[in-house]
């Protein structure tokens, strides 16, 4: 599915509307999610025949499409599986039990089929359900005219802190030639450095959050200095929502073109499967790991591996800064020590470049011990190799198969 996103550009009576369908769409999920808590053995059928309900007993809930309340009521249920699957597989913490939606700066509704007219030109698009939206032009790069309109399949209204924006999800594989450079890469990722590869090259941390930090702190200043209740701390708040966006944007861009170039790079890219969620734990770090966005580069990178037909391969990340990647012997370091100097055999390197040869050693290990028939890796079909030599399952690999002993 490829989802392409232009901005909305209308009147404010329209942009009221769109937050009424949005407020609509959220009772909905949350009125599915109290049916669920309240009635035993319910599944996500039932949810989608409690929307006739919800639309026979409230007649505002009418305006909204039928299928928009079906897509709350499908939300509302992924909530409840990826519950039930925390649960099924013994994660540890908390297993994130479904929690009500409350009114937040971003929002969304989402249509299937139903509900919504696109123009022949592909730009402007008019909601037709009880809401009377009206037409909206689309601003943005993105070209609809190659795709046939039976290919969107769903149309979601996103409220973010600068507008309102609307998402087209098209039914379009997408695949992209790879041309082979004869390289393997492993990747260590950290705080001094974004990630270093294991041929030594390192790209700079941007660090957007702490260069931000001077605007966003004046922003907060103005938000509390405000009377609550008045227009001007909506104002205040809404500048605030911009300037936080802005950081996520830049983030989101940095990542993805980093992880694009990597994997055009490469023929196989080697990472560390690290449980960010936990390493925040570290009051003294979270700011600089949750600046860093390690999951979502993360993400890319799987998600590039997929269309370029790379593999990209996540290995336990247990001893890959101790050990050394010349004899394999244990060499204990703090953290401070961004050095590698091996006494056994006289090996120095820097750390990072030490950490990240022995996660591409790891992966290509863990390659070896897979069967014949199986030694060609999908993006989708990762194994990770543990230090004591066994294959176990990370998350981008849970349906894997598991080797023959």
């Not at 039976?150 to 379009?172: C, L, M, P, T, W």
């Amino acid at each position: 599915m490829l989802v392409f996103e232009a901005k909305l550009r209308g009147t404010d009576e329209q942009y009221a509307i769109l937050d009424e369908m949005i407020r609509t769409a959220r009772f909905v999920r949350n009125s599915c999610l109290r049916y669920w808590m309240d009635n035993i053995g319910v599944n996500k059928y039932d949810l989608n025949k409690y929307c006739r309900v919800l639309r026979e007993q409230f007649e505002w809930c009418k305006k909204l499409s039928a299928q928009a309340c079906q897509g709350s009521a499908e939300r509302a249920w992924s909530t409840i599986a990826r519950f039930f699957n925390n649960c099924k597989k013994k994660v540890p913490g908390k297993k994130g039990f479904p929690k009500f939606k409350k009114h937040q700066t971003h929002g969304s509704v989402e249509y299937k089929v139903d509900g919504w007219v696109l123009s022949d030109d592909r730009l402007t698009i008019t909601f037709r359900d009880g809401f009377k939206a009206g037409t909206f032009r689309m601003w943005g790069t993105r070209d609809l005219h190659f795709y046939q309109k039976e290919q969107i399949k769903r149309v979601r209204v996103v409220r973010r802190a600068d507008g309102y924006y609307i998402q087209f999800s098209i039914n379009q594989e997408r695949t992209e030639k790879h041309e082979p450079t004869n390289r393997m890469v492993g990747i260590d990722v950290g705080l001094n450095h974004f990630y270093t590869d294991s041929d030594g090259n390192k790209v700079e941390n941007p660090k957007f959050l702490r260069k931000a930090s001077k605007t966003l702190k004046r922003a907060h200043k103005r938000v509390s200095r405000k009377t609550k209740g008045s227009k001007n701390r909506l104002k205040a708040i809404k500048r605030l929502g911009k300037t936080h966006l802005k950081v996520s944007r830049r983030r989101k861009d940095f990542a993805v073109k980093t992880a694009r170039a990597l994997v055009q790079s490469a023929d196989l890219v080697a990472i560390e499967d690290l449980k960010v969620r936990n390493m925040v734990k570290n009051h003294h770090l979270a700011k600089s790991i949750s600046d860093a966005s390690w999951t979502l580069f993360r993400q890319w990178l799987e998600y590039f591996g997929k269309v370029f037909d790379v593999p990209v391969i996540a290995v336990a990340p247990d001893y890959t800064s101790q050990d050394c990647s010349n004899c394999g012997q244990l060499v204990k370091k703090t953290l401070s020590t961004r050095t590698h100097q091996c006494p056994h055999c006289g090996y120095i390197n820097d750390r990072d470049t030490n950490a990240a040869i022995n996660i591409l050693m790891k992966a290509l290990r863990g390659l070896a011990q897979l069967p014949s028939g199986r030694r060609k890796v999908t993006p989708g079909d990762e194994m990770t190799p543990c230090s004591c030599g066994e294959t176990q399952r990370s998350k981008v690999a849970r349906r894997a198969r598991k080797p023959h002993q």
